[in-house]
């Protein structure tokens, strides 16, 4: 009875994927479920404040700051540490059956998170807690969605697929700017109850029509390196979110033992895990997929430009929110739907960049597009650096449309040249991989930007503000005291839309002031020119350091040799290699229209010789 429903399963998929359109079928379905994950990355930024408000819990009190860096990043680090595992579990059970159960799990902690009923510290843990299984769930997805993309599309169109795919990835952080600011002010449950449908629709969706024509790879689980991975990756990320919380007398905490001993001791253990991985007989990280030129390039630029545009998010919206938009007319109540709207230009040039340049590569290669995509970035960045703060709009807006621009040229081109690098039975390990180095390069870039931005701060922000406040009638105890809080109250003050000096000065300092005096204090001109000059300086830091990242990410990219397609060894060459005692090389695709019987392998072949690490030849090899 079970071998007859195995029997109508799979010949139902083949019916399923015979069909061209079952390509598309694919690619909606990924992109509906990577847009659902990506989304949920964003729209907490602006819809904290009435979150908090809900749960009644201030978020600039000290006390909080933790529960606040959590809510936001816990996800993130969820997603850093387990894609690789789900890549892994992909490839050995099934890659749709994880993406679909990433579905289920996904819906399930939204539905969760969107019925909290607890206040206070208990609401806060709880929603920390809901938010990291809805990352489990979300790194199901994004750890398959490319693999099984790349399964049912010929090589000829995975750059337009992937392309496609990414662009949704990119997209959708920043609609859920959008969406949080409109959904949050009327009922902030609903804006985790957003993706419940979704989730139902996707899951239901997936399970009828998705199929896996992926080759799998029956092995051990490796316990040992999903431990140390987990262990060392989580120390690392949770050493960087409390590293730029205030510590001590600091203004940071990067001196703090525990955060040194999390750094340090991830590290070890990450250490650790490599030679666990080169001894297991069945790794989770296949480190042996580095030595295939195109993966490594490929993910090394990748990493880079995480590194490069991480932070940008948070920094782009502190400058809108805290300065820009006040400056110019708005309540700092409305400036975080504001922000998320003016940084549509974005968004707009990475929609229009990354089908396009992920054509093109199909046609020519990703060495071009994807390093010229990354110089093109570096100069938006540039662009950037030289503004003033009180910029015009106009400026601002090209600036970041030929960002989007820049990233969308490289982002889809080098997520199919590391596709199209790795053998048919590690797709989803390599994908895993792959997403690892961006997700965690994220997080590290959300702790670098940080940074910067607290340094460049904390040199000046004590006394301008002192003085300020005193001049305008604030006791000097009062004003001494808010201009020795760290810079980072500031700046999450600025993050969550919070009007800073009324939430920093408090009702009774405000009482006792002449009521021209506290309107001007607490107006929408006092905080952004107090903060423009300090916050100038913070912000050519963490330009310069996105310029440094985005042009080294051209370098790597541009190493990375020609265009190249992994195919399986035919028949003979495996025959005649059998004779001579060596194995045959994968072959390069030719840039000129290959059919997909030609480089794609079959579905049903598993291969045991691609279970060691594959090795390829530049020499010959590679079409430059």
């Not at 099934?94 to 998170?113: A, D, H, P």
């Not at 449908?197 to 029956?218: N, R």
């Not at 990219?557 to 025959?575: C, I, M, N, Q, W």
Request: hydrophobic content about 50%; glycine content about 12%.
């Amino acid at each position: 009875m079970a071998s007859e429903r195995v029997q109508r399963r799979e010949a139902r998929a083949a019916i399923a994927t015979a069909n061209p359109n079952y390509k598309w079928i694919v690619l909606s379905n990924t992109t509906l479920g990577v847009l659902m994950a990506t989304i949920n990355m964003s729209i907490l930024l602006i819809a904290l404040p009435d979150i908090f408000r809900g749960i009644g819990i201030d978020p600039l009190a000290p006390s909080n700051t933790g529960l606040l860096l959590w809510l936001v990043m816990g996800y993130m680090v969820v997603l850093a540490v387990l894609v690789v595992s789900f890549g892994r579990l992909g490839d050995m059970f099934g890659r749709v059956r994880i993406y679909n159960s990433g579905f289920v799990v996904f819906t399930l902690f939204s539905v969760l998170l969107s019925v909290t009923w607890m206040h206070g510290t208990a609401g806060a843990l709880w929603l920390i807690i809901m938010r990291v299984g809805q990352g489990i769930g979300g790194a199901m997805l994004m750890a398959n969605s490319n693999a099984i993309i790349t399964d049912a599309f010929p090589t000829n169109q995975r750059g337009l697929g992937l392309g496609l795919n990414q662009v949704a990835g990119i997209a959708g952080s920043f609609i859920g700017l959008i969406l949080g600011g409109l959904v949050a002010p009327l009922e902030w449950h609903v804006v985790f109850l957003l993706s419940v449908p979704i989730g139902v629709f996707g899951t239901l969706w997936a399970y009828w029509k998705l199929h896996d024509v992926g080759i799998k790879h029956q092995a051990r689980v490796d316990w040992w390196g999903n431990l140390t991975f987990g262990i060392g990756l989580i120390a690392v990320l949770t050493g960087i979110t409390y590293g730029i919380q205030p510590y001590g007398g600091h203004t940071m905490g990067w001196t703090n033992p525990w955060v040194l001993a999390a750094m340090i001791g991830g590290a070890v253990v990450l250490a650790i895990f490599c030679v666990v991985e080169v001894r297991t007989t069945d790794p989770m990280f296949r480190l042996g997929l580095f030595k295939i030129r195109a993966f490594t390039a490929g993910n090394l630029a990748g990493l880079l430009s995480a590194l490069g545009r991480g932070g940008l998010m948070f920094i782009l919206i502190i400058w809108l929110q805290g300065i820009w938009l006040p400056q110019h007319g708005y309540s700092f109540e409305s400036t975080p739907l504001w922000a998320g709207i003016y940084m549509l230009p974005l968004t707009i040039g990475f929609v229009i960049a990354g089908p396009v340049s992920g054509w093109l590569s199909d046609r020519f290669g990703a060495r071009l597009f994807a390093t010229g995509g990354m110089i093109i970035a570096a100069a938006s960045f540039g662009w950037l650096l030289v503004l003033p703060v009180d910029f015009s709009y106009w400026q601002f807006a090209l600036a970041l449309l030929i960002n989007g621009i820049g990233m969308g040229v490289f982002a889809s081109p080098n997520r199919a040249g590391v596709m199209n690098s790795l053998p048919p039975n590690r797709r989803g390990a390599g994908a895993g991989m792959s997403n690892t180095f961006q997700n965690a390069a994220m997080v590290l870039s959300i702790g670098i930007f940080f940074s910067l931005m607290i340094t460049g701060l904390a040199s000046s922000l004590p006394n301008t503000l002192t003085t300020g406040l005193v001049a305008q009638g604030v006791p000097a105890d009062a004003a001494n005291r808010l201009a020795e809080l760290p810079p980072v109250g500031v700046l999450f003050a600025s993050l969550l839309g919070y009007n800073p000096i009324q939430s920093l000065l408090g009702p009774q300092v405000l009482g006792q002031l002449p009521a021209g005096h506290a309107a001007y204090l607490t107006g929408h001109s006092f905080f952004p020119e107090l903060i423009s000059g300090p916050f100038a300086e913070g912000l050519r830091f963490a330009f310069a350091f996105a310029i440094a990242a985005c042009l080294i990410a051209a370098l790597a990219s541009a190493l990375r040799g020609g265009k190249f397609v992994y195919t399986e060894p035919t028949s003979a060459e495996t025959d005649s290699a059998s004779s001579n005692g060596s194995r045959p090389a994968p072959q390069p695709d030719a840039p000129s229209a290959v059919s997909s019987s030609q480089t794609e392998p079959s579905p049903v072949r598993a291969s045991a010789r691609t279970t060691r690490s594959e090795r390829v030849e530049d020499t010959g090899q590679q079409r430059r």
